[in-house]
C-alpha cells in the first residue's frame, strides 16, 4: 500500500511559481507512473501531467510550456514545476501513482493564483 503526501502548494500572484512535490512511501517508486492532476471548484478532476518509469512525460496542452514534471526515484518523490501561474490554474492539485492495477492518490495541495 503507498502512501502519497503533497506539499508546495499556495497563495502566488498571476505570472509568479511554485514548485509541488510528492513524497511516496510503502512501495517501489521507480516502477509506477507518476501524475499530477488537479481540480477546481466545480469542475472534473483533470490530467496536468503524467512522467512513466523512463522519465517520458506528457502534459496536458492548457500547461505545455509553462509546467515541468520531474520525479527523483532515489529520494521517492515527484516534483511539478510551475512557471507563469495563471488565475485558471487555481485549483486542488493531486498526486497520483498508479502500475497495472495499482492506484494511489495523495490528499491534495491547493494552489491558488491571484493578485
Known amino acids: 500500500q503507498a502512501q502519497l503526501v503533497e506539499s508546495g502548494g499556495g497563495l502566488v500572484q498571476p505570472g509568479g511559481s511554485l514548485r509541488l512535490s510528492c513524497a511516496a512511501s510503502?512501495?517501489?517508486?521507480?516502477?509506477?507512473?507518476m501524475g499530477w492532476h488537479r481540480q477546481a471548484p466545480g469542475m472534473q478532476r483533470e490530467l496536468v501531467a503524467v512522467i512513466d518509469s523512463g522519465g517520458r512525460t506528457h502534459y496536458a496542452d492548457s500547461v505545455k510550456g509553462r509546467f515541468a514534471i520531474s520525479r527523483d526515484n532515489a529520494q521517492s518523490t515527484v516534483y511539478l514545476q510551475m512557471n507563469s501561474l495563471k488565475p485558471e490554474d487555481t485549483a486542488v492539485y493531486y498526486c497520483?501513482?498508479?502500475?497495472?492495477?495499482?492506484?494511489?492518490w495523495g490528499q491534495g495541495t491547493q494552489v491558488t493564483v491571484s493578485s
Open positions: 497520483n501513482a498508479f502500475k497495472g492495477p495499482e492506484n494511489y
Open positions: 510503502g512501495t517501489i517508486f521507480s516502477a509506477f507512473v
